[in-house]
């Protein structure tokens, strides 16, 4: 496999390179840090009901949708992402996405604990201390005929523009995430009381992750990969599809008499589940599914939306309809289940007709 230890790229380009390397067919390793910062939103949110995109435009922070599921991040210079990419194909390589997450999250684990961090992987993608705060987030998906698996070891982190970021209700809300954050998200500066110098990071990381796979040959981008990523921005950052997976009405609405619009919320697992639904009296006739789960292949989500149109407000029928799909598509998502999704579809639902 190859090796890209690419030191800091200007900020949207530090998470293109694995898009683009993924489409190329390019198995590699890349280690890499934004040169600037960016905000990363999750292939599954819904950009404008996550993130603050009006701060972001203030202050200049740009922000892109990658194809990996997870919830959107700050990203900037004091952390070092490692990105995995290798064929589908390959035999080297778990096949099931609920094996990925522990068997790479070993090489990262094993890099904090080489400098005096005792850390762990806990399911369903995040690393924690000993003590159980997080100290790295990882998401995976497949791109083209790729799978990737990508997280960040925390050198550093800022709290405050995190939490400027993020779309909240309220300004109170806002500063009980930035408190809860700092209780709960930790970093190589809090656990040490210093940042280690980040190429004996990197050259402990790279050798972490060569014995679970094969010794790397390092090499650099060439113009061919430039040009592909430049492609792929342009994509990327389009409102096609920054804004795609945005629900066009956020709370229950009355339509018309017997149909109405709902917008339910839960929290799985695996992650958070958001849905935009169109109701009638007795079935639901079209659902929209975003949130920060994982999902695999992540281009089903819509086929399983479109398999629960007509469907009967029933959790039976929705769970059934649901374990078929995932029967025949042969989904995987981690952490989160049929009735994750049918809680998320019918509560909001059952609320509105219990007042």
């Given at each position: 496999?190859?090796?890209?230890?690419?030191?800091?790229?200007?900020?949207?380009?530090?998470?293109?390179?694995?898009?683009?390397?993924?489409?190329?067919?390019?198995?590699?390793?890349?280690?890499?840090?934004?040169?600037?910062?960016?905000?990363?939103?999750?292939?599954?949110?819904?950009?404008?009901?996550?993130?603050?995109?009006?701060?972001?435009?203030?202050?200049g922070?740009?922000?892109?949708?990658?194809?990996?599921?997870?919830?959107?991040?700050?990203?900037?210079?004091?952390?070092?992402?490692?990105?995995?990419?290798?064929?589908?194909?390959?035999?080297?390589?778990?096949?099931?996405?609920?094996?990925?997450?522990?068997?790479?999250?070993?090489?990262?684990v094993?890099?904090?604990?080489?400098?005096?961090?005792?850390?762990?992987?806990?399911?369903?993608?995040d690393?924690?201390?000993?003590e159980?705060?997080?100290?790295?987030?990882?998401?995976?998906?497949n791109?083209?005929?790729?799978?990737?698996?990508?997280?960040?070891?925390?050198?550093?982190?800022?709290?405050?523009?995190?939490?400027?970021?993020?779309?909240?209700?309220?300004?109170k809300?806002?500063?009980?995430?930035?408190k809860?954050?700092?209780?709960?998200?930790?970093?190589?500066?809090?656990?040490?009381?210093?940042?280690?110098?980040?190429n004996?990071?990197?050259?402990?990381?790279?050798?972490?992750?060569?014995?679970?796979?094969?010794?790397?040959?390092?090499?650099?981008?060439?113009?061919?990969?430039?040009?592909?990523?430049?492609e792929?921005?342009?994509?990327?950052?389009?409102?096609d599809?920054?804004?795609?997976?945005?629900?066009?009405?956020?709370?229950g609405?009355?339509?018309?008499?017997g149909?109405?619009?709902?917008?339910g919320?839960?929290?799985?697992?695996?992650?958070?589940?958001?849905?935009?639904?169109?109701v009638?009296?007795?079935?639901?006739?079209?659902?929209?599914?975003?949130?920060?789960?994982?999902?695999?292949?992540?281009?089903?989500?819509?086929?399983?939306?479109?398999?629960?149109?007509?469907?009967?407000?029933?959790?039976?029928?929705?769970?059934?309809?649901?374990?078929?799909?995932?029967?025949?598509?042969?989904?995987?998502?981690?952490?989160?289940?049929?009735?994750?999704?049918?809680?998320?579809?019918?509560?909001?639902?059952?609320?509105?007709?219990?007042?």
């Open positions: 496999m190859l090796f890209f230890d690419l030191g800091s790229l200007p900020g949207q380009q530090s998470m293109l390179v694995f898009h683009a390397l993924a489409r190329m067919g390019i198995e590699a390793l890349v280690i890499v840090s934004p040169q600037t910062p960016l905000v990363s939103i999750g292939y599954f949110q819904a950009a404008e009901q996550e993130v603050d995109l009006q701060y972001c435009r203030k202050m922070i740009p922000f892109m949708r990658r194809e990996v599921g997870g919830g959107a991040t700050y990203l900037d210079e004091n952390q070092i992402f490692y990105q995995l990419i290798w064929r589908k194909d390959n035999p080297m390589f778990p096949k099931a996405i609920q094996d990925i997450y522990p068997w790479f999250s070993e090489a990262p094993e890099t904090y604990r080489t400098f005096g961090i005792k850390a762990q992987y806990r399911p369903i993608n690393i924690v201390t000993h159980g705060r997080k100290i790295a987030g990882e998401g995976g998906g791109i083209g005929e790729a799978l990737v698996f990508v997280g960040g070891l925390l050198l550093d982190f800022d709290y405050q523009t995190m939490s400027n970021i993020l779309k909240v209700p309220d300004e809300f806002r500063d009980k995430l930035f809860t954050m700092e209780e709960n998200l930790t970093t190589m500066k809090k656990e040490l009381g210093l940042v280690p110098p980040r004996e990071v990197v050259a402990v990381l790279k050798e972490e992750f060569e014995k679970k796979v094969e010794k790397f040959e390092s090499v650099s981008l060439n113009s061919e990969i430039f040009e592909k990523m430049r792929l921005e342009r994509w990327m950052t389009s409102d599809f920054l804004y795609k997976k945005t629900p066009k009405i956020p709370k609405v009355k339509i018309k008499e149909l109405q619009i709902f917008y919320i839960h929290k799985a697992r695996g992650g958070l589940i958001r849905t935009a639904e169109e009638s009296e007795r079935s639901l006739e079209t659902v929209s599914i975003s949130g920060d789960f994982t999902f695999f292949p992540k281009e089903e989500l819509k086929h399983l939306e479109e398999s629960l149109e007509k469907a009967p407000l029933a959790e039976e029928d929705l769970i059934e309809r649901m374990e078929t799909f995932y029967g025949e598509r042969r989904i995987q998502s981690p952490g989160v289940e049929s009735g994750d999704f049918a809680t998320a579809i019918l509560n909001p639902i059952k609320e509105s007709r219990s007042r």
